[in-house]
């Protein structure tokens, strides 16, 4: 599985991915946001694109446009567009290990870390 071990190469490309469920939690979306910014700005890390999906359940991935436009920018793409896909939490990813499982798929043959 593509996960991040500490130790790689600091000068990574990599792409945020913010999803909050109501349009209640724009303040979270926000926070999220600055804490990744600021986590990558940390490890000399460049910010490659940040993809929101405010109001959207994290059920159904076909329901969020701003997770499979990065999905398809990764899957479509001979070149990866990052190194590596972050969040601040698992279930903003991913709510099942089917749905996880399916997306790490997606990435490791772009040798995309999670």
């Known amino acids: ?3 991040y071990m500490d130790n790689e190469k600091s000068d990574i490309r990599a792409y945020l991915y913010l999803r909050v469920s109501t349009v209640e939690q724009e303040s979270s979306l926000k926070l999220q946001e600055q804490n990744l910014k600021e986590y990558c700005q940390g490890k000399g890390w460049q910010v490659a694109g940040i993809f929101r999906d ?3 359940s994290g059920k159904d991935t076909k329901g969020r446009p701003e997770f499979m436009r990065m999905m398809d920018l990764i899957a ?3 070149l990866p567009p990052c190194e590596m896909v ?3 939490k698992l ?3 991913a709510r099942s290990l089917v749905d996880l499982d399916a997306n ?3 990435l ?3 040798d995309i870390k999670f």
Do not use: Q, V, W, Y
């Open 108 to 110: 490791n043959p772009h």
């Open 1 to 3: 599985m593509g996960f």
């Open 76 to 78: 479509a793409s001979e």
């Open 104 to 106: 790490i798929t997606i």
């Open 91 to 93: 279930d903003r990813f």
């Open 54 to 56: 405010f109001g959207k």
């Open 86 to 88: 972050l969040c601040t």
